[in-house]
């Protein structure tokens, strides 16, 4: 399946299911763009409610925008999100405290999605 299609994010639901919500309120928009000036957007509720990928950004507390190449390098493990920030890749935008408070719980849900990476295309 492709990578950040619904049928992917319906998929990475359920690798994600067993996650333990947060008792706070984290909701984090991806926005991923592409070379031909597209969009998509994603979000990662963490808490408190069940830990889920959605489209709806409008509850989102903080934005990550990156180029589809830098999501792709971070998905496949090539590359990080700090790596990225560092390197100026990622941009960061609303409340950065919820990046800094919750990156265990980033980094778990990332953790959750390893099997879906054999069945990605990330093309």
């Known amino acids: 399946m492709r990578y950040l299609s619904d049928d992917w994010l319906e998929a990475a639901n359920v690798a994600i ?3 333990e919500p947060l008792a706070d309120k984290v909701v984090v928009s991806f926005k991923i763009l592409d070379t031909d000036s597209a969009e998509e957007s994603y979000v990662l509720e963490l808490g408190p409610g069940p830990v889920r ?3 709806d950004t409008s509850n989102a507390e903080l934005t990550l925008t990156m180029e589809r ?6 998905a496949l493990g090539q590359s990080s999100a700090q790596r990225a ?3 100026g890749d ?10 800094l408070g919750n990156s265990k719980a980033l ?3 990332g953790d959750h999605l390893g099997d879906l990476r ?3 295309d990330f093309s």
């Open 85 to 87: 920030f560092l390197d």
């Open 69 to 74: 190449s830098v999501a792709v390098a971070i």
């Open 53 to 55: 990928f959605h489209r």
């Open 90 to 99: 990622l941009r960061v935008g609303g409340d950065v405290r919820i990046l």
């Open 107 to 109: 980094g778990m849900a």
């Open 118 to 120: 054999a069945a990605t």
């Open 17 to 19: 299911r067993s996650m």
